[in-house]
């Protein structure tokens, strides 16, 4: 098989999550909207292949875009997937700031490209400057996350308008941009370099039914349409995702208790660690030459983190949870520390 | 964008069909497993990301292999997809008997693959002897579809054994593969080689969910984890697949009554024109220099049959339906001819 495969690890997906307190892969821990739930228990015709239409035009009301903008994908990975393999070709130069969503260089290495990792600063804060002068006539894609993930931080609004100007092709993954309230893509509109990726995984509590899209340039779209798969999201997922977008109550209660249980967490884990800021649905917290002992220890009273020792050293992801969940991981750190 | 791109068409997809009879897409004009439907109405849990285990497990007992020897695709297309993206480079030839099923050429020609088109007979039948030729050391892969698709035939079990034999890789797409009741799925214990695909789109009625997967020996499958989409199914998804390949009686009853009904839709075609004999849920129908206009007399009266001119002219491919379906057709034919 292709030689460039030889090299990769695959992403290791962990099974059996479904009896522990899972605070690892920042899910939504207030499920979805029952309104999904009661649509999906009417939802017939499992034997058709699906029509993606009618989704494609509320989003297309949703950012004020057409729906010629958007197409649909199995989860954002599908999304980045697509865009990468549209964009990138083997021994093109890809600007990649670092530490970032663990399956963009999976895909990025996959194709063979060539990584120009710029390292968040010391702060975790974005490298805007240095990204800006990594950018050069042999960049193909500049791939970049708002809110950062595992970073958690958020890319300040002229640094990325100057990057994208300067740039070829963008990737914005904007998985997490409820929890910050702002999404770029209407940049669309302006910028037929950008191609934004979002996902129904996270404030819509989506993650198990497999859907994301790409917002980008109608050109663009069309290019995508050639290598994505035709029928790329089930349907049933597809309505979902519809009832979910018109269900505006129930994402806004998701990221207003989000804030609250945040700050609840952070207030409480600073006794046992530091903590970084985010805009997200997850907190970093930093445990030094622990992380590891309390990882597992936390490990085996059920409660699964993510960590984050092999990008960001001494540090652990941990999803903010409901109120029970918050606590019960502050009773384990107690014990454990 | 990448060059491929280019001089690529996008695969189209048809909507608006829930109001046609639908003789287009090779559908399951029986449902699904009512099973099926009591499960997906009953699933919770929306949220998580979803785990395979024990649909991995189900496929393995399936076809008395290991879980290791399967990886779940996106539909079909997917798997077919990370076959070659695993298998093709740039250049590299590629074996295809042709007419093929649609989304192989897509595919191949996104990669750059060199496609060495091998022509079925003019009986419609498959060309062994010639692919079996045509194998060299420039070859990547062969490509092959069991039953076939558009042709609706098999594959001669002594020569697929021979290319096997003496090809590099092998997919075998067997997505008809109920329709004859033979699968080579267990021949990757002993052909490393050999990639088989299915779907759990036809027999089982569930193109909705788009579930597919392939077979292949553990070393393969470990290497196309490395570029599959870690997430490649919804968990509804993956449920309903396990709850149907569980109920062995639906599957039978589908195979069953599309051969009664293949008869009967056959013997009345004959009426209008030349028919070809088919191992699978579609017939293939020879109306000549008037097959343009009977798809579009058809298509007028709300009928969706599939006009395969491009590739076969003369031919429409017409989906086995149920008896009404079949009738209903045989009346708007003796209209339009």
Redesign the interface.
């Known amino acids: 098989?292709?030689e460039e495969?030889k090299a990769?690890?695959?992403?290791m997906?962990r099974?059996?999550?479904?009896n522990a307190q899972?605070m690892d892969?920042n899910?939504?821990?207030?499920?979805?909207s029952k309104k999904?739930?009661k649509e999906?228990?009417r939802?017939k015709?499992?034997?058709?292949?699906?029509?993606?239409?009618s989704l494609l035009e509320a989003l297309a009301e949703e950012f004020s875009l057409k729906k010629e903008n958007f197409i649909l994908t199995?989860?954002g990975?599908?999304a980045i997937?697509i865009i990468i393999?549209?964009?990138?070709?083997?021994g093109n130069n890809v600007v990649l700031p670092s530490p970032t969503y663990s399956?963009l260089p999976?895909f990025l290495k996959?194709k063979g490209a060539r990584i120009s990792e710029i390292p968040y600063k010391k702060d975790l804060s974005f490298p805007s400057d240095e990204v800006f002068d990594s950018i050069d006539r042999n960049t193909a894609l500049i791939a970049l996350v708002n809110p950062g993930n595992p970073t958690g931080g958020i890319i300040e609004e002229k640094g990325l308008q100057r990057i994208i100007e300067k740039g070829p092709?963008v990737l914005l993954d904007e998985t997490y941009w409820h929890f910050v309230g702002k999404s770029y893509a209407s940049w669309v509109k302006k910028h037929d370099n950008l191609f934004i990726v979002q996902s129904f995984?996270k404030a819509y509590?989506?993650?198990?039914?497999?859907i994301g899209f790409v917002a980008s340039d109608e050109k663009?779209i069309?290019?995508l349409?050639?290598?994505a798969?035709?029928?790329?999201?089930?349907?049933?997922?597809a309505r979902?995702a519809e009832i979910a977008l018109a269900d505006k109550d129930f994402a806004r209660m998701v990221v207003e208790r989000t804030q609250v249980e945040k700050k609840y967490l952070k207030r409480a884990l600073r006794h046992f660690c530091e903590v970084k800021d985010t805009h997200t649905n997850f907190l970093l917290a930093y445990f030094g030459e622990d992380s590891k002992d309390v990882f597992k220890a936390l490990e085996q009273r059920g409660i699964l983190v993510r960590d984050m020792s092999s990008v960001l050293p001494g540090y652990l992801r941990i999803s903010v949870g409901k109120r029970k969940d918050n606590r019960a991981l502050i009773s384990a750190l107690k014990e454990i520390k």
Do not use: H, Q, T
């Open positions: 098989m292709r495969l990769l690890e695959p992403y997906v099974s059996n999550r479904i899972r892969l899910e939504n821990p207030y499920g979805c999904v739930m999906l228990r939802f015709g499992y034997e058709l292949y699906p029509e993606y239409d199995c989860g990975d599908d997937r393999d549209g964009c990138v070709d083997r399956m999976v996959a092709y995984s509590g989506l993650a198990g039914l497999r663009n069309e290019e349409r050639k290598i798969l035709p029928y790329s999201v089930s349907s049933l997922s979902a």
